[in-house]
T-cell receptor, first 114, second 113 residues
Framework: DAGVIQSPRHEVTEMGQEVTLRCKPISGHNSLFWYRQTMMRGLELLIYFNNNVPIDDSGMPEDRFSAKMPNASFSTLKIQPSEPRDSAVYFC????????????FGPGTRLTVT | GENVEQHPSTLSVQEGDSAVIKCTYSDSASNYFPWYKQELGKRPQLIIDIRSNVGEKKDQRIAVTLNKTAKHFSLHITETQPEDSAVYFCAASPLGGYNKLIFGAGTRLAVHP
């Protein structure tokens, strides 16, 4: 199993540009989580899906952030327009559910907005 | 909603000493408490976890204890080694939250040779 896959691994963009982060969960996992990690705010849960349905997006900081999960093997997190304060490492994690709680994290995407 | 507080924020020990990190949670219905280790530039990885029906769990040099009444849980690392140096995060999973985790702020552990 390849584990959770995220792309790109690094993204540098200018303020105002649209950014799309991608995640492929572990096959068979039915819950997917998006986190943002910064020194100031730690590891924040942004949104999570269960069986491709968004369950709780209360962690999404602003309307500039949106996430989708069109099928069980793919999710995107989009920021439009991006701002310098969005610079962070964004992690995607998945879990199989069914009483098994361990979340498996992807390698993360380091986003820098200049 | 659930809130998790973690202390200390930094911890420095000599190789061979023990290290203890403590967390408290607010939601008495939370039922799963994992600990993740994150090395510099890497992803968080689960090192040990405990469920609410268990008071203590041990895996070689690491152990976790849970006090449900007081709503706190702790990570204990014995005989620390330089490779234990990392940031450690505790988390709690609220009941009915589809396995979502609320993380503490993290503890940066430095083990000096």
């Amino acid at each position: 199993d390849a584990g959770v896959i995220q792309s790109p691994r690094h993204e540098v963009t200018e303020m105002g540009q649209e950014v799309t982060l991608r995640c492929k969960p572990i096959s068979g996992h039915n819950s997917l989580f998006w986190y943002r990690q910064t020194m100031m705010r730690g590891l924040e849960l942004l949104i999570y899906f269960n069986n491709n349905v968004p369950i709780d997006d209360s962690g999404m900081p602003e309307d500039r952030f949106s996430a989708k999960m069109p099928n069980a093997s793919f999710s995107t997190l989009k920021i439009q327009p991006s701002e310098p304060r969005d610079s962070a490492v964004y992690f995607c994690a998945s879990t199989s559910g069914q009483g098994l709680y361990e979340q498996y994290f992807g390698p993360g995407t380091r986003l820098t907005v200049t | 909603g659930e809130n998790v507080e973690q202390h200390p924020s930094t911890l420095s020990v000599q190789e061979g000493d023990s290290a203890v990190i403590k967390c408290t949670y607010s939601d008495s219905a939370s039922n799963y408490f994992p600990w993740y280790k994150q090395e510099l530039g890497k992803r968080p990885q689960l090192i040990i976890d405990i469920r609410s029906n268990v008071g203590e769990k041990k895996d070689q040099r690491i152990a976790v204890t849970l006090n449900k009444t007081a709503k706190h849980f702790s990570l204990h690392i014995t005989e620390t080694q330089p490779e234990d140096s990392a940031v450690y995060f505790c988390a709690a999973s609220p009941l009915g939250g589809y396995n979502k985790l609320i993380f503490g702020a993290g503890t940066r552990l430095a083990v000096h040779p």
